[in-house]
């Protein structure tokens, strides 16, 4: 008898398992996917973008063309989940003319930035318009010029990581000192934080 009710035990606790086994009453939830490590937010949760390139800018001083090099520096704030948004510059650059004349040109300004904001590459395009200040040193001394002036353009930024993007952007600079126009092509590369 002692036999009997250890087998017969046994098989009512191995029933047990098996049957527990079958049970397909569990409940799985999903984990959320990760969000992609190559892509911009496009959410409220990132609406400020933040760069420094290298700049380079080939500058018509009227019959003749000076090389500048330097630094343009952006800010930007995305209007809620849209293409669009608002934007600030400032571009400063150092060059020389010929050996004795040093030149600086400094362009800060505020505008209109449309562009997309998802995928590997994101490309985009801006008008600004500001304030200009020239300034020349020459042998005979200083000039310094105040004016106005309007960059349009535009470029691509490629994304690396989340929150960081290379950006390539090419800009037509114009500007007017002392009641005549001056053009500008520029050209840049540098990095961008989207926070």
């Given at each position: 008898m002692r036999k009997f009710i250890v087998l017969s035990?046994?098989?009512?606790?191995?029933?047990?398992?098996?049957?527990?086994?079958?049970?397909t009453t569990v409940n799985v939830v999903a984990e959320p996917a990760p969000a992609a490590a190559g892509k911009m937010h496009t959410s409220n949760d990132y609406p400020w973008q933040?760069?420094?390139?290298?700049?380079?800018?080939?500058?018509?001083?009227?019959?003749?063309?000076s090389n500048l090099y330097g630094i343009h520096t952006t800010a930007s704030r995305w209007l809620g989940d849209s293409m669009f948004g608002i934007?600030?510059?400032?571009?400063?650059?150092?060059?020389?003319?010929?050996?004795?004349?040093r030149e600086q040109q400094v362009f800060y300004g505020g505008g209109v930035h449309i562009g997309a904001r998802s995928g590997k590459i994101q490309p985009w395009a801006h008008v600004v318009a500001g304030g200009a200040h020239e300034r020349f040193n020459q042998?005979?001394?200083?000039?310094?010029?105040?004016?106005?002036?309007?960059?349009?353009?535009?470029?691509?930024d490629i994304q690396w990581r989340s929150h960081i993007a290379f950006r390539f952007q090419a800009d037509f600079l114009t500007t007017r000192y002392n009641g005549i126009w001056q053009k500008s092509i520029s050209t840049g590369a540098g990095i961008l934080f989207d926070f």
């Open positions: 035990t046994a098989m009512l606790c191995f029933a047990g398992a098996a049957a527990a086994q079958n049970d933040v760069g420094a390139n290298f700049a380079y800018q080939r500058f018509d001083i009227g019959g003749s063309n934007e600030g510059d400032v571009t400063t650059t150092f060059g020389r003319l010929i050996p004795t004349r042998g005979g001394g200083i000039s310094a010029f105040n004016g106005f002036g309007v960059m349009a353009g535009g470029g691509a």
